[in-house]
C-alpha cells in the first residue's frame, strides 16, 4: 500500500474535481480480491461452516481475527481499507443490509457492494439539529398508498459526492408520535430517484476526501420509493442505528491504532536523523518521553482493543457497549496527542503535506466527532459505571 501512495496522489493531481475511485484503488483491489483478502470485516463466509451467516461474502473472521488486520490498514487509510473492500460507510451499510435486508434488498444492493461495483452512503445526521441525539432527526418517512416520501436534509453523508455511491440508507420519522425511540425507521434510497439534490461537498479542515467520495449535504425533496425498500419495520431505525455503529466504532479504533503506529514510527526516525544544537532530537529528552509515552499508550490501547472484540465474539456488541464506549473515546484522543507531537518533532515539515502527518491528523480528529462525539459516550459510559 505504501508505494501506491504516491500514484494516488498523482493520479488525484491528474484528475481535479473527479469524485470517486481511482485506478490505483481498482489495482489494489483486484489483486486482494485474487488472494482472497476480500470483505474481511463481515463475519460468516465459505470457510465459517458453524456460523448462521455462512455463504455471505464475508471472510469468516472474528472481531478478534480482524482487529490486527484493520489495524495494519490503518498506517494507509486512505488506500488499504478501500483496497480490501473494508472501508466505511460500505462496511456498516454491507452490515445493516446483511443482517437487516430482505432477499430482494440484498441481491439488489448487497451483492454489488460486496463486489464494489457500487458504493453506498449513510444519511443520519442534519444540518439543524443536534444530531448526536438521534432523536433528534427531523426528516420525514411518509407512507403514501405502497410507496414512501421522503423529505428533509441531511449533511456528512460519507462517499456521497462519488457518482457510483447508488444507494443511501437513510434515517427519518415515520411516525413522530410513537415512544421516543420507535420513531425513526431506515430507507434505501437509490441516488438516482427524482428529488434527490446534492447540495455541495463539505471538507475536513481542508481536506476534501475526493478518493473516497467525500462528505456530501443532500437535500431529499419529496423523494417517492417503493414501500419495500425499507429496512425492517417502522420504528426499527433507532435500533439498526446502534446495531450499525457499534461495530463501526471498533473498526474505526483498530485503524487508528495503525494510524499512531505510523506516526510513532515516522516520529522515531525524524528524531534519530535530525540534529538540533548539536544533538540528535532522539537525544533530547522530551523526545524520548514522547516516544515511550506513544509506545505505552498504543500498546495499552490495543489490549482494550482486542479485549472489545473478544466481548463483541463472545457476549455479543449488545454487552460489549460499554468497552465499545471506552475505546471510541480512548483511542483517536490517545492517537491524536500522538500524532500531534509526531508533527512537532517534524517542526515546519509536519504541518505540510510532505508527509502523511497532517492529513493523518485531520482524520483522527474528526474521529473525535463521527459516529459520536467524545463527550456524548463519555456521558453513556459514566451512567453506566454510576449504575454498577
Ligand atoms: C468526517 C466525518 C464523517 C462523518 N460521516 C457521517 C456519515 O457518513 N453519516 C452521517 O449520518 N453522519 C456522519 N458524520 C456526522 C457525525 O456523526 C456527527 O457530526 C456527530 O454525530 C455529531 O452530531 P452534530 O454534528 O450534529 O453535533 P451536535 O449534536 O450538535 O453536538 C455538538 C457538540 O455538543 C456536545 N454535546 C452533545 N451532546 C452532549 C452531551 N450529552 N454531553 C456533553 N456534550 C454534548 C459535544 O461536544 C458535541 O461535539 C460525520 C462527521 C464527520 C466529522
Not at 76 to 82: C, K, V
Not at 229 to 239: P, Q, R, V
Not at 252 to 276: I, P
Not at 305 to 330: C, F, P, R, S, Y
Request: aromatic share 6%; glycine share 10%.
Amino acid at each position: 500500500m505504501l508505494p501506491a501512495e504516491p500514484v494516488l496522489e498523482e493520479q488525484l493531481a491528474a484528475t481535479p474535481g473527479e469524485w470517486g475511485v481511482r485506478p490505483v484503488v481498482r489495482a489494489l483491489q483486484e489483486s486482494a480480491r485474487a488472494q482472497g483478502l476480500w470483505n474481511l470485516f463481515l463475519p460468516g463466509g465459505e470457510h465459517s461452516t458453524d456460523n448462521p451467516a455462512a455463504g455471505n461474502g464475508g471472510a469468516g473472521l472474528t472481531n478478534l481475527q480482524y482487529a490486527p488486520v484493520a489495524e495494519v490498514t490503518g498506517w494507509s487509510p486512505r488506500l488499504a481499507p478501500a483496497a480490501f473492500n473494508c472501508a466505511a460507510p460500505d462496511t456498516g451499510n454491507m452490515e445493516v443490509l446483511n443482517d437487516f435486508g430482505t432477499p430482494e434488498q440484498k441481491e439488489q444492493w448487497l451483492q454489488p457492494l460486496l463486489e464494489a461495483r457500487i458504493r453506498s452512503s449513510f444519511c443520519m445526521t442534519e444540518p439543524d439539529v443536534a444530531s448526536s441525539d438521534a432523536t433528534n432527526i427531523g426528516t420525514r418517512i411518509r407512507r403514501d398508498g405502497d410507496h414512501y416520501v421522503v423529505s428533509g436534509r441531511k449533511w456528512w453523508s460519507t462517499g456521497a459526492m462519488n457518482p457510483d455511491a447508488a444507494i443511501f440508507i437513510v434515517m427519518g420519522k415515520t411516525d413522530p408520535d410513537a415512544a421516543r425511540h420507535r420513531q425513526q425507521s431506515m430507507i434505501l434510497v437509490p441516488r438516482d430517484t427524482p428529488g434527490v439534490r446534492i447540495v455541495r461537498p463539505l471538507t475536513v479542515f481542508g481536506y476534501d476526501d475526493r478518493d473516497h467520495g467525500g462528505h456530501a449535504e443532500i437535500a431529499f425533496d419529496e423523494v417517492r420509493v417503493p414501500a419495500a425498500n425499507l429496512i425492517a419495520g417502522e420504528g426499527d431505525g433507532f435500533s439498526i442505528a446502534q446495531a450499525r455503529l457499534g461495530p463501526g466504532r471498533i473498526h474505526h479504533c483498530m485503524r487508528a491504532l495503525g494510524m499512531g503506529e505510523r506516526a510513532l514510527a515516522l516520529m522515531t526516525e525524524r528524531a534519530r536523523t535530525r540534529e538540533a544544537f548539536g544533538r540528535s532530537l532522539a537525544e533530547q529528552g522530551v523526545v524520548r518521553e514522547w516516544v515511550a509515552e506513544a509506545r505505552i499508550q498504543l500498546e495499552s490501547l490495543r489490549l482494550l482493543v482486542l479485549k472489545t472484540a473478544w466481548l463483541m465474539d463472545t457476549v455479543g456488541n449488545k454487552h460489549a457497549m460499554t468497552e465499545i464506549q471506552a475505546i471510541k473515546i480512548a483511542v483517536p484522543r490517545a492517537v491524536q496527542q500522538i500524532i500531534d507531537r509526531a508533527i512537532q518533532v517534524h517542526g515546519g515539515a509536519g504541518v505540510s503535506s510532505d508527509t502523511p502527518l497532517a492529513e493523518l491528523y485531520a482524520g483522527v480528529r474528526s474521529l473525535r466527532i463521527a459516529d459520536g462525539p467524545d463527550e456524548v459516550h463519555l456521558a453513556g459510559l459514566g451512567r453506566a459505571q454510576l449504575r454498577t
